[in-house]
């Protein structure tokens, strides 16, 4: 009697052999698919404090560019053609535009292009990311050239279908900023890092970048990767007392380039009198 040649494989095999290729699978998908996965996002945010006249004001925030890792000219024109198919009234840009000094001086030229192109209606504001202060002067040139305001530690007051103004704050440093504040108007902070909320008061909406979304998500765990400034508040939306706290996911990739159920994405917020 012959002995069987087709002997079946023991099942741990199998189970390893088809780990093995999940794990190959999903490392390309991170590396070469996830992190060029632009994704736009409409939320609507509703204030009791906002006045009507103020009812669908639209506002655009985008967020940690981390150019010349995986965003590229390519992907840049991407986000700005697709900025500019929101029509949005206001555009926010919360930091980290570069990784080091070289890339924003290679680089300045292209982007300042780029920025220009981006248009808002009423007006584009940024902030200074922790990233951003390593090649500060060359920033402030970009934004500069780019007709977007940089606000460091600075308020500004816009008017939209109205004589009242609501009030915008950047912030950099939060150990001073009880003077940027107008109790008689809607203010609306620009951070860089979310943890940074625990430090305010006296404003209904604040706006974040930084964190990445935790960059790698596990399904029903949220974000993984926390970071000093983004280890308590990482994902989309928290709800702090009277505090509306909106964190961008943002478009680049940190310290490595590699994206997981986590998509690079621009968000539009209308906003409307509850």
Known sequence: ???????????????????????????????????????????????????????????AHFSDLHYGRTTNEKELKKIVNE?????PDIVIFTGDLFDSKKLAEDNAQLVTKYFNQIEANLAKYAIIGDYDTKYLPTYNTILENSSFTLLDNEANLIYYK???????????????????????????????????????????LVFAGHSLGGQIKIPFLGGIKKISGANKYLEEHYKIKDIDLYISNGLGTQDFSFRLFNTPSITLYRLYNS
Do not use: Q, W
Request: no cysteine; glycine share 2%; charged share 25%.
């Open 83 to 87: 900025l500019n198919k929101l029509r």
């Open 162 to 204: 109205s004589t009242t103004p609501i009030n915008i704050i950047g912030l950099t440093d939060t150990s001073n900023i009880k003077d940027l504040y107008d109790n008689d108007y809607f203010n609306i902070t620009i951070i860089h890092k979310p943890d940074d909320v625990s430090k305010l008061s006296n404003t209904k």
């Open 1 to 59: 009697m012959k002995k069987n040649e087709n002997k079946k494989k023991h099942p741990i095999f199998t189970f390893i052999s088809i780990l093995i290729i999940l794990i190959f699978v999903i490392f390309l998908y991170g590396y070469y698919i996830e992190p060029y996965n632009l994704k736009i996002k409409e939320i609507p945010i509703y204030n009791k404090s906002l006045i009507k006249d103020y009812n669908g004001l639209k506002i």
